[in-house]
């Protein structure tokens, strides 16, 4: 839609509901009294619609993610920035002597969790998110937890510049 359509001057619309002649005078004014409350509600509508079209424009791309947290937190500068981890395995892997099967032991503080029914996953972030000092990080932990996808983990990081 148009957002000419949603403009609406609700005082102009009450006074031209009316016929000409009690356009002046009491009634006039009294019109127009009851069309403010119209229109401020009108624009509660408008903020809030324009609140749901900006979340939505938010995924769960890094570039709209960086977008996101930049625009809310950093405008001037955009100095946040969202990177990659790399991956760093440090796996063992024992063998058991007349066995053709190993055993994946990782090593301690390694990000590699083990339990006694095998390998479950890797516990290491997917990105690092590298903030300039001075922003507050738990507006920006609750940004990312809201629109990150579900299975990502992250850091923050403080840059030093």
């Known amino acids: 839609m148009d957002e000419n359509s949603w403009r609406i001057d609700y005082g102009r619309l009450g006074t ?17 009294l ?9 624009v509660r509508q408008i903020s ?14 890094v570039c709209r993610l960086r977008w ?24 063992t892997i024992l063998w058991k002597r007349n066995k053709c099967s190993g055993l994946v ?9 083990i339990s006694r029914r095998g390998y479950e996953g890797i516990k290491q972030p997917d990105f690092e998110v590298l903030l300039p000092s001075g922003i507050d990080k738990g507006q920006i932990t ?20």
């Open 16 to 32: 031209m509901l009316l016929p000409k002649m009690l356009r002046k005078g009491v009634m006039g004014k009294w019109v127009r």
């Open 34 to 42: 009851m069309m403010s409350g119209v229109a401020k509600l009108h």
């Open 48 to 61: 809030y619609r324009d609140d749901v079209q900006y979340r939505l424009r938010v995924s769960g791309q």
């Open 68 to 91: 996101l947290l930049n625009d809310k937190h950093d405008a001037t500068y955009r100095r946040i920035e969202i990177k990659d981890v790399e991956l760093k395995p440090t796996l």
């Open 105 to 113: 032991v990782g090593k301690r503080n390694s990000g590699v969790a």
């Open 142 to 161: 609750a940004q990312l937890n809201r629109y990150k996808l579900a299975g990502k983990r992250y850091i923050l990081t403080e840059m030093i510049i």
